[in-house]
């Protein structure tokens, strides 16, 4: 079914920063990338590779080195010569782990065993994340728009501190969250006039169009409204966005996802779940009424589901989606010929990163396809039959089982078989293994590479790596004994 393209309005693509931070070089690639793919912006997601400075020095990765102020800098220097405009992204309320995390910082969780939540009472709190947003700011020359988050504020109104303001009568969790972020976005107004101050909307879903009315974020805030779902219902979607509206918030945005949004701990990105969803947002965009004024829409790429959560799929593989959602967007839908134009312009056969081959087609069309290659052929092989199931086949269940090991009453010519094809499956691991290590450490910090792989082989490598020594071990008593 073809639809209307997505109205005027910019096109975003989200880099989350808080997991396998591109090197700067390979940022720079994307970018190119990304502008001949139809995006006129980024939402940069700092997070722990933003360099702060004084007291907050802390919240700086230290797996890796955080990025530089001259790559940060560089970072703005290269997107805006390819016409890409720079909107950072500061968490302010939740999703505050890699602040929260620290424990000179534990006092100003909401909860103390909730990472990711500020507190929003007192003082310190505030001039936290005031200070973030300064320093990330002013190393932003220029800049127009800036995102403070304020999404999945988790068990908020949950602390001691908050129990005792909820108890006064007809106050509510609501006031609590608008209370902080009108604080909050009153405060970035105030120091820069100029800016555009965008946040998530999740937390405004549930009010009413009067409390919205009279929240104090009128004319303060531009609601980022997102969606990940291949199934986003338009109707509802359109409803909550005719809401905002009606109620003031004027200027909106949209959300969409072209990857980390599948599961926790996806490798491998499904581009037509992707294309789906933003089919949908296409739809949305075509119902919605004509006093709806949508500024945009952010394609996120999430790289972790929060800072403490492992790592989802890499850029590399995500790549086909996110030209595939980009021309979804520009075209209003993905028939054959566009899928066509996606895939010849990326130099592949299908828009399916696990359908991608090993060619001698130059990286240049596809910066990362030599990794997102070696990761497809890992993954597959990782999660074959034979490898990820090996401890239940028949002849280990049948002649290694745990009562044998224990015993050592084993049959020397199956174990000597299991073994060898342990082993020949462990080889084979290893070097696809070492081969998209030696990539992924071209593209990313050392770091990542190794989160990447006890994430992902360790946990199928050991098993294997086991029952070899454990043949071994058992091996030297020959005699077959009867269990």
């Known amino acids: 079914m073809q639809t209307a393209p997505w109205p005027k309005g910019k096109k975003l693509v989200h880099l989350d920063l808080k997991g396998a931070p591109p090197r700067i070089d390979y940022i720079h690639r994307l ?22 400075s004084g007291d907050l020095s802390l919240l700086q990765a230290t797996a890796h080195p955080a990025y530089s102020r001259e790559e940060v800098l560089s970072i703005q220097d290269v997107a805006r010569s390819k016409g890409l405009e720079v909107i950072p992204l500061v968490q302010t309320f939740g999703h505050m782990e890699f602040v929260l995390k620290h424990r000179s910082l534990w006092g100003l969780r909401e909860l103390s065993q909730c990472l990711g939540t500020l507190s929003p009472h007192g003082e310190e709190g505030p001039r936290l994340v005031l200070e973030m947003l300064r320093q990330v700011v002013e190393l932003h020359p220029g800049l127009n728009t800036l995102h403070i988050g304020a999404d999945e504020v988790y068990m908020l109104g949950e602390g001691e501190e908050s129990k005792r303001w909820l108890s006064v009568p007809g106050r509510t969790v609501e006031q609590l969250f608008l209370s902080h972020m009108t604080r909050v976005a009153g405060a970035v107004k105030e120091a820069w006039p100029h800016l555009n101050i965008v946040m998530w909307d999740d937390m405004l879903r549930g009010m009413s169009r009067d409390t919205l009315k009279a929240s104090g974020l009128v004319g303060l805030i531009q609601p980022m409204l997102w969606d990940y779902n291949p199934g986003l219902n338009v109707e509802e979607t359109v409803s909550l966005l005719e809401k905002y509206s009606a109620a003031g918030l004027t200027d909106l945005w949209a959300a969409s996802a072209f990857k980390g949004s599948t599961s926790v701990h996806t490798s491998v990105t499904n581009t037509q779940r992707h294309v789906d969803n933003h089919l949908q947002w296409v739809r949305v965009a075509a119902a919605v009424s004509p006093g709806v ?10 790289q972790r589901y929060d800072h403490m959560s492992v790592l989802c799929e890499l850029m590399p593989v995500a790549l086909p989606s996110l030209a595939s959602c980009l021309q979804t967007l520009i075209q209003g839908h993905f028939g054959p010929e566009v899928q066509a134009a996606v895939a010849g312009r990326l130099g592949i056969s299908s828009v399916e990163v696990e359908a991608l081959e090993r060619t001698s087609v130059e990286d240049s069309l596809f910066p990362g396809r030599r990794l997102a290659v070696l990761i497809v ?27 044998h090991r224990q015993r050592r009453a084993v049959n020397p010519l199956i174990c000597m078989q299991i073994q060898s094809q342990a082993t020949t499956l462990l080889t084979m691991l290893e070097e696809r ?12 910090p050392d770091s990542t590479a190794q989160e990447w792989m006890e994430q992902h082989v360790s946990p199928v490598a050991t098993p294997l790596r086991r029952i070899t020594e454990e043949i071994s071990a058992c091996l030297p008593e020959m005699a077959p004994q009867q269990p």
């Open 377 to 403: 052929e890992l993954t597959q092989l990782l999660n074959s039959e034979e490898v990820r199931h090996f401890e239940s086949n028949m002849f280990v269940r049948g002649w290694f089982s745990p009562y």
């Open 31 to 52: 970018f190119e990338l990304f502008a001949q793919l139809g995006a006129d912006g980024l939402l940069v997601e700092y997070e722990d590779m933003f360099p702060y």
């Open 293 to 302: 004024r949508l500024l945009g829409i952010a394609l996120t790429g999430w």
């Open 433 to 444: 293994a070492g081969a998209a290590r030696e990539e992924m450490e071209r593209l990313y």
